[in-house]
């Protein structure tokens, strides 16, 4: 009887430890484990949209002719595929006065997001909106009023961001040069994150956002993606859902400017799950606060007209000390963790 006892106890003992080993096997590396060589399938780049125009104000330089065709409002679209990928594209927008780098190496040299995804097996595309980085700007217009065609009261409102006003409204600190309390930015590099903010040419776009119909494109030829972007560009992803379905497997929205309406059609924000994600800081930022409200009015009312949207503020969670540029902050691979799990769990496993 006691053979029997300890028979069956080693038994159980085998049994835990073979299940143990099974999870442990069928859950994803930790970021700490993602090193070694970097091994892809390909890796390029391609434009979506754009169109040609012909104009009159190409140039006032002597050396190059006034008139011509130039193509405007295409999208530059940078991809790395790892090899074997099984899981689902991801496509990250990045936000105002800013290109595709937010979500490259960050400015105190860790891996950045793009890097983490496709190391975890996911296809990354990376773009430029349109007008900004490699997605050249219209400047026919300016060229305009330097050719006096134009009145100089009606040169376009291109614009930068000071490193002063930047400062609060990534929520370093409340102003310059205040810190918040456990910001976990990594301050001494900041030298390095002012050199990836570029000219702004957004209020010089038509409506609707070129971008938005060349991210409806994108999405489309990727036959299913995840859409990820951040503040200016966060409500973009909602945008290409409502202009088309097609292609959007998912959306995380990274503290958006903006929300869908709560009181609006909800319609086309009810078929995929979609998360609205939060840094901390956000109610001692009189920008931000007024839009987190609102976004989670609208994630309240999407989820009970049925859909499936999430608004998530990592304070909430115990998770402190996250800056607006929450890719780029000390713990961002633990962050990419987090939202590697929430990927898989709420659109990788509802698509097996």
Not at 55 to 70: H, Q
Not at 154 to 180: D, H, K, L, S
Request: aromatic share 10%; net charge positive; hydrophobic share 40%.
């Amino acid at each position: 009887m006691k053979n029997n006892l300890v028979i069956r106890r080693a038994g159980m003992a085998l049994v835990t430890l073979l299940a143990s080993l099974l999870t442990a096997c069928a859950s994803p590396p930790s970021s700490t484990a993602l090193t070694g060589p970097l091994v892809l399938d390909k890796q390029g780049s391609f434009f979506v949209g754009g169109r040609n125009i012909k104009s009159d104000t190409l140039s006032t330089l002597p050396a190059y002719a006034a008139s011509g065709t130039v193509a405007i409002e295409q999208m530059y679209v940078r991809y790395q595929q790892p090899v074997d990928a099984k899981r689902l594209p991801l496509t990250f927008i990045h936000g105002c006065c800013l290109t595709g780098k937010t979500w490259e190496t960050t400015p105190d040299g860790r891996m950045g997001w793009d890097e983490y995804f496709v190391r975890r097996g996911h296809p990354v595309y990376v773009v430029d909106q349109v007008a900004r980085g490699r997605s050249a700007a219209n400047v026919t217009s300016v060229i305009s009023v330097r050719a006096g065609k134009t009145p100089a009261a009606e040169t376009p409102p291109v614009f930068m961001a000071g490193q002063e006003g930047a400062w609060a409204i990534f929520r370093f600190g409340a102003t310059y040069p205040q810190v918040f309390p456990g910001m976990r930015f990594p301050l001494e590099s900041i030298g390095e994150f002012w050199k990836q903010m570029v000219p702004d040419w957004l209020f010089t776009l038509p409506a609707p956002n070129p971008s938005i119909p060349a991210l409806s494109e994108l999405a489309k030829k990727l036959n299913g993606t995840v859409l990820i972007s951040h503040s200016q560009s966060g409500v973009y992803p909602f945008q290409v859902a409502a202009l088309s379905e097609r292609g959007i497997a998912g959306v995380v929205s990274i503290e958006p400017g903006t929300c869908p309406s709560a009181t609006g059609d909800l319609k086309p924000y009810l078929k995929v799950p979609m998360m609205v994600l939060w840094g901390d800081y956000v109610d001692q930022a009189p920008r931000w606060a007024p839009r987190l409200k609102a976004c989670r009015e609208f994630a309240a009312e999407a989820t009970k007209a049925g859909g499936r949207v999430e608004n998530i503020v990592l304070p909430e969670l115990g998770i402190k000390g996250n800056s607006h540029m929450l890719m780029q902050d000390n713990n961002s691979l633990e962050l990419a963790d987090w939202l590697y799990a929430w990927i898989d769990r709420n659109i990788e496993q509802t698509r097996r």
